[in-house]
């Protein structure tokens, strides 16, 4: 991004990201781009954005058994394959708008001399040893099979996936040895290899365990580690750390610098995360003082839930064998997987959107972002489907936030005296204006709350709360009735547009780490600079501050264009299949572009949208709709007051902060169970779309979710982790959609999904067996395992 290179600036916080190396045998597809580089984007660019002085540091790895693999399918050299790959990832990335510092590889001088560094060092030390292992030789292909070479069963019985590779079994997870694997086959000739001995080098993982404990029980609470990292590394620890080998007989790799191995070539897990290193020299010969500097430099790293043991045990027990005063990582943020319609992304077997694809749909990089961002799989498995990609561009970018920012910019664009000349109007009195008051409390609550979020790589839930504050600029603009101002108190409606309009200056801000090339537009339309800055996070407090009266914005246009359903279903059956099945398919949409250019969103749709604040996507009658819990709106709620019911004694009646402002009076049935002062300022889930009904004279216009014991003595609260934001929605993998309004009672949706709610031997509130999710993590009870809920 830069010519000249950054280095940490004492009394500033250094930050180092890194994003893990994607592979370069093929394309990345859409899981890979939100996985790792996509989201270590956005994190860099909010930093940036914040005034910190940090660094984002990526590239491809590129040795290994999978490159020689794929050299042979395309008759050519690794080196040619690596040079094809890294060009075509490298166009992707810049594509997606993604802000590399650096983006290198890993086939370089540069990462021969810092991992053959690190090898004398863990040599000298004494953590290295000698060991004769037994590997599968192929005698029909004359050679030693490398890991990914062979495959075969999982021997593990719980699994026992048919095709999990050598190293890894890609359905369970596990670490394997190629010995380990039943009924092993060789990838490239099917046939059964026999087992020879051979030496190798391996790491003694055993004599690290105790630096390597302590740095972990530290640096996850400290640094603040994804629940899923954590419990990866903790089944890693439990399992019992072993020595691993470390060098491979290929030829495609960093030589081993040692007289009896220097045929022999370092183990790709071994060399790829040092690649994050050499990759840093690469930028600035002043390397270390980003790498070996922990005191003043806070390492921040990005990945699938695949990587997470290189990531937490091998690349720190690497570095803490050196004795060298390494920056470690301090944070660790770990993806999911995102499923594609009925399956899993795969890359071996071209299923899903890959990078080079998404150019071909004309659907503009902000659209993706967003859309990738929002469907972020932070706490479990997400899908991507076309028909839900089409809802959030609806109703999410075209009917809440590009109506907001095209209703305001296209306001003061008008003639006057129709409008405002295209001139920011001075708004003497915003301060004593009671609904520019309260907007401004509440987007300076929604800020702060942002900032929080983005502090602690809660991505998808900053992102959501950008969002929230362009629906509260729908509603203020509703609010205020601005149309019917400029006719009757055209004072008023000058504060109220001059704040509206450094609100979008403000989303224009907050959005620039997810959809960067938005921002630019705005920018633009607004006839700005392009300087996005957040140091100063009392802004929000002063909206009608932030532009000047007196400056002429620019030319606004519309911000986002409608796909429409014939589109959507193009490109739902154009990227149906594996790449192979495509190719084999004569099925082009060569117009689809030049329809895409040409769709707008009719001008009743616009009114529509704006009415509507945020507005909402089509939706099935609730009549005709199938029971699933997308039909439920539960949300996470906070007890504000309970009280024993004046005329009951077995019921509390309670005020709930349900979000949005919204206070509901609930009757449960818990006096019985849990105590009054246990009752005040809990964390709840809470079942909003019930039918309201009377007990005892007061009105319950929702329902508290608790779990009961088996044998009903005992009942307890389902809590949603202390972090999670009241008025977020509990959702359930793969049960996406809008939930009904009211439920019918006759149509017995609640009652029919109740029979399957229950807490699992780990005391998480799931349905069926899919846990209760919030941004924050999952919703549990305090002891009752195999419970029911209601």
């Known amino acids: 991004m830069e010519d000249v290179p950054k280095l940490p600036i004492p009394g500033k ?25 996509l ?21 491809t790895d590129e040795y290994g058994t999978a490159t020689e693999t794929k050299a042979l399918e395309e008759n050519c050299t690794p080196k040619e394959i690596c040079d094809k790959y890294h060009a075509i990832h490298k166009e992707v990335y810049e594509w997606f708008d993604i802000s590399f510092d650096k983006f290198g590889r890993t086939s370089t001088p540069e990462q021969t001399e810092v991992c053959q560094a690190i090898f004398n060092k863990l040599f000298e030390n004494n953590f290295l040893s000698e060991n004769t292992m037994q590997q599968l030789y192929c005698d029909t292909c004359q050679k030693f099979l490398a890991d990914r070479l062979v495959e075969g069963s999982c021997p593990f019985p719980e699994c026992n996936y048919d095709s999990a590779r050598g190293d890894q079994c890609e359905k369970c997870g596990k670490l394997l040895n190629p010995t380990e694997l039943k009924d092993p086959r060789c990838k490239v000739c099917r046939t059964t290899p026999r087992i020879r001995d051979t030496d190798h080098l391996f790491i003694e993982l055993p004599l690290l365990k105790d630096r390597l404990e302590k740095y972990i029980e530290e640096t996850s609470v400290t640094g603040s580690w994804s629940q899923n990292a954590i419990q990866t590394t903790k089944a890693w620890l439990k399992e019992g750390l072993r020595q691993r080998c470390i060098t491979r007989d290929l030829k495609w790799g960093v030589p081993v610098p040692h007289e009896k191995y220097k045929d022999k070539v370092f183990y790709v897990w071994f060399d790829a995360p040092i690649g994050y290193v050499s990759i840093t020299s690469c930028y600035t010969s002043e390397w270390e003082k980003w790498w070996k500097n922990p005191e003043n430099v806070e390492l921040y790293q990005f990945m699938g839930k695949d990587n997470v043991p290189f990531h937490t045990v091998m690349f720190p027990s690497t570095q803490l064998g050196t004795g060298e005063n390494w920056t470690l990582m301090k944070t660790i943020s770990v993806t999911e997987y995102l499923n594609y319609e009925d399956g899993k992304f795969s890359k071996s077997k071209g299923v899903g959107v890959f990078g080079n694809d998404v150019k071909d749909t004309n659907i503009p990089v902000e659209v993706w972002r967003y859309y990738l961002l929002t469907n972020r799989p932070e706490v ?19 009917n809440n936030l590009g109506n907001f920012v095209n209703r305001v910019l296209s306001f003061i664009a008008k003639p006057e005296p129709a409008g405002y000349g295209s001139v920011i109007p001075d708004a003497p009195g915003a301060e004593s204006h009671p609904l520019t008051q309260s907007l401004a409390k509440d987007v300076g609550k929604f800020v702060d709350e942002y900032i929080k979020a983005m502090e602690k790589v809660k991505l998808k839930q900053g992102l959501k709360m950008a969002m929230t504050i362009s629906n509260a600029g729908n509603a203020y603009l509703q609010e205020t009735q601005f149309w019917k101002l400029f006719k009757e108190d055209k004072p008023s409606c000058a504060i109220v547009i001059r704040t509206a309009a450094g609100l979008v200056y403000l989303l224009a801000q907050l959005l620039e780490p997810f959809m960067p090339s938005f921002s630019r537009e705005v920018f633009k339309q607004l006839n700005l600079p392009l300087k996005f800055s957040l140091s100063d996070e009392g802004i929000a407090s002063r909206l009608w501050e932030i532009l000047p009266p007196g400056h002429r914005i620019g030319t606004p246009q519309p911000l986002f264009k409608e796909l429409k359903d014939e589109e959507m279903q193009q490109y739902k059956d154009k990227f149906a299949g594996s790449q192979s099945d495509r190719l084999a398919r004569d099925v082009v949409a060569a117009d689809m572009a030049e329809q895409l250019k040409k769709t707008k969103l009719s001008e009743a749709k616009k009114q529509k949208a704006a009415s509507k604040g945020a507005g909402k996507s089509k939706a099935q009658p609730d009549a005709t709709r199938e029971i699933t819990m997308a039909r439920l709106d539960i949300r996470v709620g906070k007890i504000l007051k309970a009280e024993k019911h004046p005329n009951a004694d077995s019921l509390y009646v309670e005020q709930i902060d349900v979000g949005g402002g919204e206070i509901r009076t609930v009757v449960s049935g818990l006096v019985k169970y849990i105590p009054l002062e246990e009752m005040q300022n809990r964390m709840v889930c809470v079942l909003c779309n019930l039918k309201p ?26 809590e949603p982790p202390e972090s999670a934001v009241i008025g977020e929605r509990v959702r359930f993998a793969g049960h996406e959609g809008e939930p009904d309004d009211v439920l019918n009672p006759k149509k017995k949706v609640w009652e029919t999904l109740l029979v399957d709610l229950n807490t699992n031997e780990n005391l998480v509130a799931c349905y069926k067996d899919l846990p209760f999710t919030t941004d924050a993590g999952v919703c549990k009870v305090s002891s009752i395992s195999n419970g029911t809920i209601r």
Not at 380 to 398: R, V, Y
């Open 380 to 398: 479990s498995d997400t899908l991507f489907t076309w028909t839900d990609l089409q809802a959030k561009l609806t109703g999410e970018l075209l």
């Open 39 to 59: 989201s270590a984007d956005v994190y860099a660019r909010y930093c940036r954005l914040r005034g910190y002085n940090a660094i984002y540091i990526c590239g």
């Open 13 to 37: 916080r250094n930050i180092l990201i890194t994003s893990a190396l994607p592979y370069v045998n093929n394309v990345p597809h859409l899981g890979n781009i939100i996985g790792c580089v």
């Open 693 to 718: 009904s009377k007990m005892r004279d007061i009105m319950s216009q929702a329902m508290v979710l608790a779990a009961s014991s088996s044998d009903g003595s005992k009942v307890e609260l389902v």
